[in-house]
């Protein structure tokens, strides 16, 4: 395996409970009020969000109060945990946040280095570039070549939705300009909207990601996937530290496997000042609870889960952003291997 170029599993094995003494249960006898902020109000990120407030207060005074703001999810999350509006944020993917500590990409203007990560909930996915076999075109190269008007499927390029932002990024450091090649742009806020013109044949390209997703593989039997070039992939690592990684063969039906940029995990962000014992706490219910959001995609098989389970509290402690340090201590509490 290269080590600059990770290749996380496409299906985790179940992690062996290390035997040991678990991390106590916290107990916050004063009453809190916190403000969450989730997606747009159906999606896994409000699911995450409301198992946290859920356990959360259980574990606090009577008269706790969590709310869960509607979201994105993208980068206005991470604005949103920088100036205060809210205690709690996720954000997807992960390592995008990274560029707020110090003021790249779209948080040129407004750095954070005092965000802080409670945990990771992990979900294995990619940013995949798919153009249609009548197209004739396989690769990067050919598709500079051909220069094909592209009806091109993504999301909207509005400096807040990720997946908008990262095609933006690989197409035009590709050398791909789809309005110059005479082609034009569907947007949209979701990855829904962009397979279903893909589906019905309104696209004849796509950039997105969510590759659990059924909606897939009926874009595969019709579409080719395009793997990113390595200078691509090596300079948005250099300028964002956005990572890249595989799909694996046969992810896609009859697909052989191609490299990407990696679109993975939910990560919980907060700042340094929220205080020590509510971290730990919230730490706490995502290491200790994780059966409860586990129970809600168990009917999924837990490669093609939107939260790919079984969670591994050791695991959620490995964030791209700094721990804060009340999260710390309790993932520096768990038993090893």
Same mark, same amino acid.
């Given at each position: 395996m290269d080590p600059t170029h990770p290749t996380p599993p496409t299906t985790p094995a179940a992690p062996t409970a290390p035997a040991g003494p678990r991390p106590p249960e916290p107990r916050i006898d004063r009453s809190l009020t916190l403000h969450l902020r989730g997606d747009w109000g159906s999606a896994n990120l409000h699911r995450v969000c409301g198992w946290i407030a859920q356990e959360l207060a259980d574990r606090c005074g009577p008269h706790t109060r969590i709310a869960t703001w509607n979201s994105r999810g993208f980068s206005d999350a991470v604005h949103a945990v920088g100036r205060g509006e809210v205690q709690v944020a996720l954000t997807t993917p992960a390592a995008f946040a990274t560029a707020a500590l110090d003021g790249r990409g779209v948080f040129t203007d407004a750095s954070?280095? +005092?965000?802080r990560a409670l945990g990771v909930v992990p979900q294995r996915d990619r940013l995949v570039v798919a153009v249609h076999r009548d197209l004739g075109i396989s690769t990067f190269a050919e598709l500079r070549a051909h220069k094909p008007a592209l009806r091109l499927a993504t999301s909207v390029h509005d400096g807040v939705n990720h997946v908008g932002l990262a095609a933006h990024? *690989?197409?035009?450091r590709s050398? *791909?300009? *789809?309005?110059?090649? @005479?082609?034009?742009l569907l947007e949209d806020e979701r990855? %829904?909207?962009?397979?279903?013109? /893909? =589906?019905? @044949? =309104? /696209?004849?390209a796509l950039v997105h990601e969510a590759v659990m997703l059924p909606a897939w593989q009926d874009v595969a039997r019709d579409f080719r996937f395009l793997p990113v070039e390595d200078d691509v992939l090596d300079s948005l690592r250099a300028d964002f530290g956005w990572p890249d990684a595989l799909v694996d063969d046969g992810w896609f039906t @009859?697909? +052989?496997? %191609? =490299?990407t940029l990696d679109f993975s995990d939910f990560l919980v962000l907060t700042r340094a000042d929220l205080p020590d014992d509510v971290a730990h706490a919230i730490a706490w219910v995502l290491g200790e609870t994780r059966h409860v959001i586990e129970a809600q995609y168990r009917h999924l098989p837990p490669e093609r889960s939107p939260v790919t389970y079984p969670l591994d509290p050791v695991t959620m402690g490995r964030s791209p952003v700094p721990l804060h340090p009340g999260a710390a201590r309790y993932y520096d509490a768990l038993p090893r291997p």
């Open positions: 954070y280095p +005092d965000l990024e *690989v197409l035009t050398g *791909v300009d *789809v309005t110059g090649w @005479g082609g034009r990855p %829904f909207e962009s397979l279903d013109h /893909a =589906r019905e @044949g =309104r /696209a004849n @009859g697909h +052989d496997g %191609f =490299r």
